[in-house]
């Protein structure tokens, strides 16, 4: 089943890099990316640096991203962004409940589900964020959370969208932080959360949901998580700002 799912690299580049920062790194990534095959490349990039990485990437394999999303087509949202803002700028994916977006600017599982529910609708394709913090891992309620997190943001959504949508498990005590969920572990949670999908859906909607891991993820571990059956490629946040890092990720995700 795992192999008809198409790997995804998504960088997070969170609050760095300017317009003219991102087109240096875009130069140098299209042109060392060129034909590379069997894996979904993307840039999830602050809102600033869009425009210019459009530029850029134009006529490339690399997709354009952004972080957040507002789930109002329009209005008195000062300081929002609104989904066909989004799409002039040739975004095709948006992070969606990103646990620092949950932890510092309080978005609430509902606020994901709309979220997701607009994004849909505007032909963008959402990365659903899930994960526990570290008291909830050691109180042994990591199923838990992520079965309830990954089934507020579906609530709503149709059974032909959500094969249309990507899930990132980011274990929050793992993000930023150097430590890393092992392999294994990683593997058994997006299964659970795979089998959430099945249980709201069915099981072959289900086995078409691509579950990325996210949290420390580097071109020296990512092989490892990328060889569990479940985990189809990787949101990365720090080690996607060096062009070469990035580089190294994407190959590692096309072998």
């Known amino acids: 089943m795992a192999q008809t799912r198409t790997p995804i690299i998504a960088g997070n580049w969170k609050m760095y890099k300017t317009g003219a920062e991102a087109r240096e790194f875009a ?6 990316l060129q034909g590379v095959a069997g894996v979904e490349m993307v840039v999830c990039a602050p809102f600033t640096a869009l425009a210019a990485l ?8 690399i997709a354009l991203g952004a972080q957040n999303v507002h789930f109002a087509e329009e209005g008195a949202y000062t300081g929002e962004i609104a989904p066909r803002m989004l799409s ?5 994916f948006v992070i969606v409940g990103h646990s620092e977006r949950r932890a510092y600017f309080n ?14 609708q505007h032909g963008l394709v959402p990365i659903v964020c899930v994960g526990e913090d570290l008291a909830e891992r050691e109180a042994g309620q990591t199923f ?3 079965e309830m997190q990954a089934r507020a943001a579906l609530a709503g959504v149709e059974a032909e969208q959500v094969a249309g949508v990507v899930i990132a498990y980011e274990p929050i005590w793992a993000i930023g932080t150097g ?3 092992t392999a294994e572990d990683a593997n058994e949670v997006v299964r659970h959360i795979r089998k959430t999908i099945a249980e709201l859906y069915d ?5 078409r949901v691509r579950i990325q891991y996210g949290g420390s993820v580097k071109p020296e571990n990512i092989e490892e998580f990328l060889a569990q059956p479940e985990i189809d ?11 070469e890092s990035y580089v190294k990720l994407v190959r590692a995700a096309s072998r």
């Open 27 to 32: 130069a140098a990534v299209r042109q060392q």
């Open 54 to 61: 459009q530029e850029t990437l134009a006529g490339s394999n």
């Open 88 to 92: 002039e700028f040739g975004v095709r």
């Open 107 to 120: 978005e609430t599982d509902a606020m994901v589900n709309k979220k997701v529910q607009a994004a849909l």
């Open 144 to 146: 838990s959370i992520v």
């Open 179 to 181: 430590k890393s969920s």
């Open 203 to 207: 099981q072959e909607t289900a086995n």
């Open 233 to 243: 490629g990787a949101l990365v946040g720090g080690a996607s700002l060096a062009p």
